[in-house]
């Protein structure tokens, strides 16, 4: 080719489409970033008109979120001095700590059915997701069709016979219930995402290791395992991603025990209506790991996101 | 093809090796690796789809333990069929269906075609892009609906910014016209990226030496897009519309935050009516019956899709 290529755009051209791009991103940015600063507004700031960009920072939202807090009278104040910064925020209010919130309990519940699905889902989809990759199974496409095709139900259409059926075995409102419940839709892209990553694996590394007298199981431990690792892990992360996000069944299966954290969240009530600074501190909370595994994801994104449907 | 060859290197190595190699047979492994995987599939997906079918047919309502459920056949399913209030709901699903996938469509399209231009730091700006849609729907419309505030909202006060209107005499949440359009304002904002990644994709496949042909062939621009650009991307833009199509369809978590269905029923969609009707007025049976008309629905819906998306990648 010669030093003129038609398919470089010009530097007139890309200047002009990466500022188009640059200026949607901003747009893109804000409702993020103002929930972002909402967090660490006091609650007469958040609901102040017209919108405070420059404000006092304050914790309060995150200590509204994390405990909870009575009104005391001023001899009871006077008499029990603030323990700490948190309590000495709340004291501006006539109130003292009294414990923690609930969404502590929610967050860490967030963390159990999250990980623990992941783990399972991720564990059992590389197995199946092996197998489907090396052996003959009869039916394989179809097998592997009505897997995906349980990801086309709406949760709801599902809930009804799921809701009676944890009734009647008692695993409602338990970790254990939402831990398999979250496996058994996430499933569907483990198997398809692994079996992605490990076709293109060669065989004749396993091969080898069977000749050198491994068994079958020791080859795929020892052999393709290791070499899927990446591949595993941003599985895992996708997976962790949708059990983190995940709200219908969340809403409809738990109450008290095993809620996570996003039915969780829109609930937080302070003076007078939803306390908005907490309610961002939680969103904040909830979104920042999602947000730090995006950016790591970037390169499997687009596999993770349509089931491997797509590769870039 | 492993199979063949294991066993060749069963044959060519010592008894001892051989019994080794075998360990449990491949077809012994292949069920232990599957088993557990369709065991759980068919527990939580299939029985409970199965179940629904059958309550379908039967006036059970889960909130009365000890009533026995009556058959009464297909009463159910006519009686969604013939209910009105139920075509506004699909009349609304389907209208917010067209326009969230139009305006995906129209602007992942552009952002993708502007990032391929391969401007300087185009990767930073677009996992920027691309963060909305990976966060959590039902916390994502509970801060949407603190920005659509109309005394204290950020996008009333832009809106009122720019347009010279007085922010609190529109109320995006609150009001009949409006509502619908803070849904799909906030389901654009969370997809586009979806829409604009896999348009990026289909763009970055397209070898460059079609272009060069064309150039030499002295086709213009505007030729090129139409006619290499547009049939290259084709197959994975549908794509992008069946997945993006497929979710929108059972969107539940967005809405119930953003309006939860409000104001009157405007924003009620087919989900959440359909949740309205099995866990809150707890008509079980009735629910169940919508529940496997929408199933029917999607899939038929996609089936026909996915032919014509062969067909178009076929060409």
């Known amino acids: 080719m010669s030093a003129y290529s038609v398919t470089e755009p010009s530097t007139r051209s890309k200047w002009f489409a990466g500022s188009l791009v640059i200026l949607y991103a901003l747009i893109t940015m804000i409702p993020l970033a103002w929930i972002m600063l909402t967090g660490f507004k006091s609650p007469s700031d958040a609901i102040s008109y017209p919108p405070k960009v420059v404000f006092e920072p304050t914790l309060e939202g995150y200590v509204n979120l994390f405990t909870t807090r009575t009104r005391q009278t001023q001899e009871f104040l006077d008499a029990n001095p603030p323990q700490n910064w948190a309590d000495e925020i709340v004291r501006e209010y006539d109130m003292v700590i009294v414990g923690p919130s609930k969404f502590g309990e929610r967050f860490l519940n967030s963390v159990i059915i999250g990980f623990g699905s992941t783990f399972l889902s991720v564990f059992l989809g590389t197995l199946a997701a092996y197998a489907f990759s090396r052996f003959k199974i009869p039916l394989a496409d179809d097998l592997l069709f009505f897997i995906l095709s349980t990801r086309m139900m709406p949760p709801i259409a599902v809930a009804i016979p799921i809701f009676l059926m944890y009734r009647n075995l008692g695993l409602s409102d338990t970790h254990l219930g939402m831990i398999l419940l979250y496996t058994a839709v996430n499933i569907s892209l483990a198997v398809w995402l692994l079996k992605g990553f490990i076709d293109e694996i060669p065989r004749e590394y396993e091969e080898a290791a069977l000749i050198d007298g491994y068994t079958r199981f020791q080859a795929f431990y020892k052999v393709v395992l290791p070499q899927a690792a990446t591949g595993i892990a941003s599985t895992a992360i996708f997976c962790l991603i949708f059990a983190w996000n995940e709200y219908a069944f969340a809403v409809l299966l738990t109450s008290a025990t095993a809620q996570t954290a996003p039915p969780f969240i829109p609930t937080i009530i302070g003076v007078g209506g939803l306390d908005w600074p907490a309610v961002a501190a939680g969103a904040t909370i909830f979104l920042l790991p999602v947000m730090i595994f995006t950016i790591l994801l970037r390169k499997h994104l687009l596999r993770g996101i349509t089931f491997g449907a797509v590769r870039k | ?315």
Not at chain 2, 97 to 104: D, E, V
Not at chain 2, 122 to 127: G, I, V
């Open chain 2, 1 to 315: 093809m492993t199979d063949t060859i294991a066993n060749r290197a069963a044959k060519a190595t010592p008894q001892r090796v051989a019994r080794k190699i075998k360990g449990l047979s491949d077809r012994a492994i292949a069920w232990i690796f599957v088993a557990p995987t369709i065991f759980l599939l068919l527990a939580i997906n299939i029985f409970p789809l199965i179940w629904t079918i059958q309550l379908s047919f039967t006036n059970y309502r889960a909130n009365r333990l000890n009533r026995e459920p009556e058959f009464i056949g297909l009463r159910n399913y006519e009686r969604i069929l013939t209910d009105s209030d139920i075509w506004l709901n699909m009349q609304a699903t389907a209208h917010f269906l067209f326009w969230t996938i139009a305006l995906q469509v129209l602007i992942g399209f552009t952002l993708a075609w502007l990032i391929n231009k391969k401007f300087k730091g185009n990767d930073l700006w677009t996992t920027i892009i691309v963060l909305p849609m990976m966060l959590s729907p039902a916390v994502v419309g509970n801060f949407w609906k603190f920005l659509y505030q109309p005394q204290i909202g950020l996008f009333n006060y832009i809106v009122a910014f720019f347009t010279g209107k007085d922010p609190s005499s529109f109320e995006m949440l609150g009001s009949v016209q409006l509502a619908p359009w803070s849904i799909v304002i906030v389901d654009t904002w969370m997809w586009t990226p979806f829409v604009m990644l896999i348009c990026l994709a289909g763009l970055r496949s397209i070898p460059d030496y079609i272009y060069e042909a064309a150039e030499v062939d002295r086709a213009s621009k505007l030729r090129q897009f139409f006619t290499i650009t547009i049939p290259m991307v084709l197959p994975f833009l549908m794509l992008a519309v069946l997945f993006r199509g497929i979710e929108n369809f059972k969107m539940f978590d967005l809405v119930v935050q953003l309006t939860g269905g409000g104001p009157g029923s405007t924003t009620e969609l087919t989900s959440i009516n359909l949740k309205r009707e099995a866990f809150e007025k707890w008509r079980t049976g009735y629910a169940s019956a919508y529940a496997i008309i929408l199933f029917v629905t999607v899939f038929g819906l996609a089936s026909i899709y996915v032919k014509a998306l062969n067909k178009v990648k076929e060409r």
